[in-house]
C-alpha cells in the first residue's frame, strides 16, 4: 500500500550525467520496465549488481568487458531507474524469473554470468532454474551465496529489519544518505574506498526514497537457505574472487561454499574490500576475461 509513496528515479534527470547512457534502453518484460545497458558483440556476458546498487557499478567494467563480449547490464527491479514489478518479483526466485524474462526478450542467452554479492545469488538461482543456462560460466564477486552471520545488509543493516515493521522508514534512511558525509560512511564501512564521482552516484541512488523502498523491500523478501542447500547441484563452471578485506560478506563464507560445491575455484583480489570491482576494474575484468575463456 506504501508503493505509491515511492516513485523511481526519473530517467531525464540524470540522462545527462548518468555513465554510459548512450548505452542505455528501457525495455518491458515479465510486468518490469527494465533499465539496461547493452554494449559489444561477441558471447553474450550477464552483468547482477548487488543489493543498494544498480549498473552503474560496472561503469569500469562496462568498455573493457565489451571489447570481448556483448555485455547486459540491467538495473534489478526496483533499482535506480528499472520498476519494482508485479508481487514477488523482489525476492530472489521472483529475480531469477524476472531477468529469464529480459533476455527472453532481448534474445540473448549468457554464456557467462557475472554476479556481485547478492548478485552472484541471483545468478546462482537462475542457473540452478533455467536449462538453457546448464552449460553457462558462473562468476561470483564477493558472491553472497551462504546467509550472513548476523547481517541483515551490506548497507542498511537494522534499517533492513525495520522495514518489515514500519515501511515509511525507507524515506527516513534516504534523509540519512543525504546527510554529508554519510555514504561515504556506509561505503567505507565494506572495506572498500571509492573515488569522488562513485560516491556521488551511490549518495545520488541512496537518497532517492523509492530506490530505497525497494532495496529494503528486496532485503524483506531475501532467503538465502533455500539457494545454499541447492548449490551442492550446481555443475556449472563456478568461479569466486574474494576480496581479502571484504567487510561485508566474510571471505572465510567462501571456503564454506567451496566445501558445497568441490569443483568451486576460488581467486583472492588482495588489498580490495566489497566493491573490489570498482575499486579496481581493469584487474576485475583481465579477471573475468581470463576465467571465462579457461571455463
Known amino acids: 500500500m506504501y508503493d505509491s509513496f515511492y516513485p523511481g528515479m526519473a530517467w531525464s534527470a540524470h540522462r545527462a550525467t548518468w555513465p554510459h547512457a548512450q548505452d542505455s534502453r528501457f525495455v518491458t518484460a515479465g510486468a518490469i520496465d527494465w533499465h539496461v545497458q547493452i554494449r559489444g558483440q561477441g558471447p553474450c556476458l550477464l552483468l547482477l549488481h548487488g543489493t543498494g546498487s544498480g549498473n552503474f557499478s560496472w561503469r569500469g567494467l562496462l568498455p573493457l568487458l565489451a571489447a570481448h563480449f556483448t555485455v547486459v547490464a540491467p538495473d534489478l527491479p526496483g533499482h535506480v531507474f528499472s520498476s519494482r514489478g508485479p508481487e514477488g518479483a523482489l525476492s530472489l526466485p521472483g529475480m531469477s524469473e524476472g531477468l529469464r524474462g529480459l533476455l527472453h526478450q532481448l534474445q540473448l542467452t549468457p554464456q557467462v554470468i557475472v554476479g556481485h554479492s547478492a548478485g552472484a545469488a541471483i545468478g546462482a538461482q537462475m542457473v540452478l ?42 524515506w527516513a534512511t534516504a534523509k540519512m544518505a543525504a546527510q554529508p558525509g554519510a555514504v561515504a560512511r556506509w561505503i567505507e564501512r565494506t572495506g572498500s574506498t571509492l573515488d569522488a564521482p562513485g560516491l556521488a552516484l551511490y549518495a545520488s541512488v541512496l537518497k532517492n ?32 574472487a574474494i576480496a581479502d578485506k571484504d567487510q561485508t560478506v566474510p571471505p572465510a563464507l567462501a571456503d564454506d561454499a567451496c566445501l558445497c560445491m568441490p569443483h568451486a575455484q576460488k581467486i583472492i583480489q588482495h588489498g580490495l574490500g566489497h566493491l573490489a570491482h570498482e575499486e579496481d576494474p581493469v584487474g576485475t575484468a583481465e579477471l573475468i576475461v581470463r576465467l571465462s575463456t579457461s571455463s
Not at 140 to 158: D, Q
Not at 210 to 217: K, N
Open 129 to 170: 532454474s533455467h536449462a538453457s543456462l546448464a552449460h553457462s560460466t558462473l562468476i561470483g564477486l564477493n558472491p553472497a551465496w551462504l546467509p550472513l552471520p548476523g547481517v541483515s545488509s551490506w548497507l542498511f543493516g537494522p534499517a533492513a529489519k525495520l522495514a518489515q515493521l514500519n515501511p515509511l522508514s525507507a
Open 209 to 240: 526514497s523509492g530506490h530505497v523502498h525497494s532495496v529494503l523491500s528486496m532485503m524483506a523478501a531475501w532467503r538465502l537457505k533455500p539457494l545454499a542447500a541447492r548449490l551442492s547441484d550446481l555443475r556449472n563452471p563456478v568461479f569466486m
